[in-house]
């Protein structure tokens, strides 16, 4: 438990590959807020043992549904058969039939095994989870579903990837045709009223110096809008990042044989950076990686870092 947090509220920190999970419990009742990614579901499932001392877990939310916070719903639904889960309403049907085309999984080229949903979250419910109130709020912008949970007795938000302490995640909607930008703006100013006293990111430590992070996203998010491009190769390498961190060694065809049929780098390759071939461009793309030195490539093979 985070000293700066209540008793019966635990923030678990997790690498990129994961999201962060949030986890409630007064000793009656017990509540996971996000799962992570699949593979690392054998360590979430370790991680609640040590939690619950053999009780069940009641409730599971997802603050919306990017394979790296939902991952790790079905293991997770499968060791507590009984559990409730909680998802934002804007995916119900999409989860209910599986509905590729409206879900990110195979358009990101990640992987998501299927769950199930039992509840809807919508914006302005309000909820008593293991002994601590919750109100519910939209967080357009980097996933127009997503959601975040403002507890007003401690001042806490869960912000998940609306805000970070070093910005916020890809603004999806951008390089799908739609708006983003704007929205992440307006969750900014939402976060900037509610004026929470602590942040649990989906990302990243806990946030304590609330406005310097606003600040850091504000900054952010105007250069973003000065130059869609830099977005746009910005999640492009993001999408790189995250498989890497998946994979942690590739070589360089199996790399671009992935990139060339995963939907979104292609849309990405067309709609921003069409007057090279997608080819040059991963390969641009890597040495971006390389020389961050978040990855290291050795002859062929891309290694993470």
């Not at 990101?108 to 509840?119: E, I, K, V, Y």
């Not at 970070?164 to 969750?187: D, H, K, R, Y």
């Not at 995250?242 to 049929?261: G, R």
Request: hydrophobic share 45%.
């Amino acid at each position: 438990m985070t000293p700066l947090l209540p008793a019966g509220l635990h923030y678990w920190e997790r690498g990129w590959l994961s999201s962060n999970s949030i986890f409630l419990d007064d000793g009656i009742s017990s509540v996971l807020i996000d799962t992570g990614y699949v593979t690392h579901s054998s360590l979430l499932l370790t991680f609640l043992a040590s939690r619950l001392h053999q009780r069940t877990l009641d409730t599971l939310v997802n603050t919306h549904l990017h394979s790296d916070h939902c991952g790790g719903n079905l293991a997770v639904q499968s060791q507590f058969p009984e559990i409730t889960t909680f998802i934002p309403f804007g995916l119900f049907d999409a989860v209910r039939d599986w509905d590729n085309s409206a879900l990110s999984f195979e358009a990101t080229g990640q992987s998501c095994p299927r769950f199930h949903a039992d509840t809807q979250l919508h914006p302005g419910d309000f909820y008593n989870w293991a002994g601590f109130n919750w109100e519910v709020h939209a967080s357009p912008g980097h996933d127009h579903d997503a959601l975040l949970f403002f507890n007003p007795e401690n001042r806490i938000l869960i912000s998940a990837d609306a805000l970070w302490a070093n910005g916020f995640g890809v603004v999806f909607p951008e390089i799908c045709g739609g708006t983003g930008f704007a929205e992440v703006i307006s969750t900014l100013d939402l976060i900037e009223n509610l004026n929470p006293r602590i942040v649990l990111p989906g990302h990243g430590p806990l946030i304590e110096d609330v406005a310097r992070a606003i600040a850091i996203a504000r900054k952010k998010i105007n250069r973003f809008k000065e130059s869609p491009p830099l977005h746009a190769s910005h999640a492009a390498k993001v999408l790189l990042k995250f498989k890497l961190l998946e994979w942690q060694s590739v070589d360089m065809d199996t790399l671009k044989l992935w990139a060339t049929s995963t939907s979104l780098l292609e849309d990405i390759h067309k709609s921003f950076f069409s007057t090279i071939s997608i080819s040059l461009w991963i390969e641009d793309l890597v040495s971006d990686l390389v020389s961050k030195k978040v990855a290291r490539l050795d002859g062929l093979t891309l290694h993470n870092i």
